[in-house]
């Protein structure tokens, strides 16, 4: 089996070769190509790789490419993790709704619909190219903003277009171990749209457990969620938010936390990410431990000002574990390659599962997977509050694919201007302006 990572010199991409080092079944992958538009990264990455695979006699061959058509043709599997305007892009995304009084945040809110407005029509051609060239590959997206991209694929690609996203994931063990439960025996109530969730129940042999959580300051306060949201709020929401919501929830103290804080994440991951590959230049650098060293840092300091507005210190340590995204996408291409039936939680077509939402709407749920793909199952119906935060947020996501598919910037402000977190059609117009003065990756609309 063949697996090409679009976005192959990103810094992760050692997180899903290491999880493909572990399987050694039959069917597994045997390639894998490393596609990226910038070789310095390439030949970084291949580095980290080449140690990791040091003394697995059965490790997946490595080749790396900067020719998109030679990366997907003949591809059985294709992950696709880019970042169009790169690091560079995300800090900016930051910078520019921040001068404005409104969140920047890589995915929600207006830096989100600027990163988005970027990345539609780069994914689209890249869905197209994958039509034409292996149109039997199984595509798995975790391209930021994850819902919106996938979605604008699936129009392309259909059913064989699946969005994952390792936010879910991670709840469901922290709470399955605040619950004292192995997350591996239970089943995860949790419906949304990508980083817009809510983990309502948590069901071991058919019996909920999650009201137990409620019960209890001491477990409900005992993971990472409890302590950014508070006690209170969880019991008024009767359910366990993604950690994302806190953006929305908590909009002004996250605000003010960026816009005091002496840097943003994207800031920050830009200059670690240059350190470090700045570093991997070196012919003596220890690449895996770098590697490894730089990574620590990364976990350690994720959504640390959405902490900071909750008055949190550290992240615990047991917060740190790994297991997330790579071990979702292992998951996924097992269980397609070789019909091993699981479930899992996934950004897929509606269907029918959400009545507030078109058959087409990309949303994140459980999901049965086997060699036919992901069929997202019957879920209870959204509650009241949840229903207005969904379909606004699911129609900005509209608006901006409208707007990159017929290049109007008229659609691309409405995008902007119907955003829950931005509260005038005068910031909208701005916004947009600054972020078209700022990329001329956004010079389409017009």
């Known amino acids: 089996m063949r697996l090409t990572i679009l976005g192959g010199g990103g810094f992760r991409v050692p997180l899903v ?39 697995v006699p059965d490790a997946p061959v490595v080749r790396v490419t900067t020719d998109l058509d030679e990366a997907v043709y003949e591809a059985d599997f294709i992950f696709s993790a880019i970042r169009v305007g790169g690091l560079h892009g995300r800090a900016a995304d930051e910078r520019i709704a921040l001068d404005e009084g409104v969140l920047g945040q890589e995915t929600v809110g207006a830096g989100g619909l600027a990163y988005g407005l970027r990345t539609l029509p780069v994914v689209t051609r890249i869905a197209q190219q994958i039509a034409d060239l292996a149109p039997d590959a199984w595509v798995i997206n975790f391209t930021n903003p994850a819902g919106m991209v ?59 457990i999650l009201p137990r959580l409620f019960e209890y300051d001491t477990l409900l306060g005992s993971f990472e969620e409890g302590r950014l949201f508070g006690l209170e709020w969880l019991r008024s929401l009767g359910a ?38 700045r570093e991997m230049e070196k012919s003596d650098t220890p690449a895996l431990a770098t590697w490894q060293r730089t990574l620590a840092d990364r976990e350690a300091t994720y959504m640390a000002h959405n902490r900071e507005a909750a008055g949190l210190g550290d992240r615990y340590e047991e917060d740190l574990e790994s297991g997330g995204y790579e071990q979702v996408a292992l998951s996924l291409m097992r269980a397609i390659a070789r019909n091993e039936r699981t479930t899992l939680i ?69 995008a902007f201007a119907l955003h829950p977190l931005v509260d005038s059609v005068g910031v909208a117009r701005r916004l947009l302006d600054n972020y078209m003065d700022e990329f001329a990756g956004l010079s389409y609309l017009r």
């Open 240 to 277: 366990i938010p993604n950690e994302y919501l806190h953006y929305y929830y908590f909009n002004r103290e996250t605000v003010r936390a960026y816009s005091e804080a002496k840097r943003t994440r994207g800031a920050y991951l830009l200059e670690q990410q240059e350190g470090f590959y």
């Open 346 to 414: 996934l950004n897929v077509r509606n269907r029918q599962t959400l009545s507030v939402l078109d058959a087409d709407a990309v949303i994140e749920v459980p999901c049965l997977v086997d060699a036919s793909g992901a069929h997202p199952v019957s879920v209870d119906p959204l509650p009241g509050h949840a229903v207005g935060l969904v379909t606004s947020v699911k129609a900005v996501e509209r608006e901006a694919m409208a707007a990159a598919e017929s290049c109007s910037r008229a659609a691309a402000v409405k």
């Open 17 to 55: 070769y290491g999880a493909l080092l572990g399987d050694h079944a039959e069917g597994r992958i045997t390639h894998v190509t490393l596609f990226d538009l910038d070789e310095r990264r390439l030949s970084a990455i291949s580095r980290v790789l080449a140690e990791l695979a040091r003394g």
């Open 150 to 208: 996938t979605e604008a694929m699936s129009r392309i690609l259909g059913d064989r277009v699946i969005g994952i996203c390792d936010s879910p994931v991670g709840l469901g063990r922290r709470v399955a171990r605040a619950l004292n439960v192995d997350p591996r025996k239970v089943w995860l109530d949790y419906v949304g749209l990508n980083h817009l969730g809510w983990l309502r129940g948590v069901k071991v042999g058919g019996k909920d």
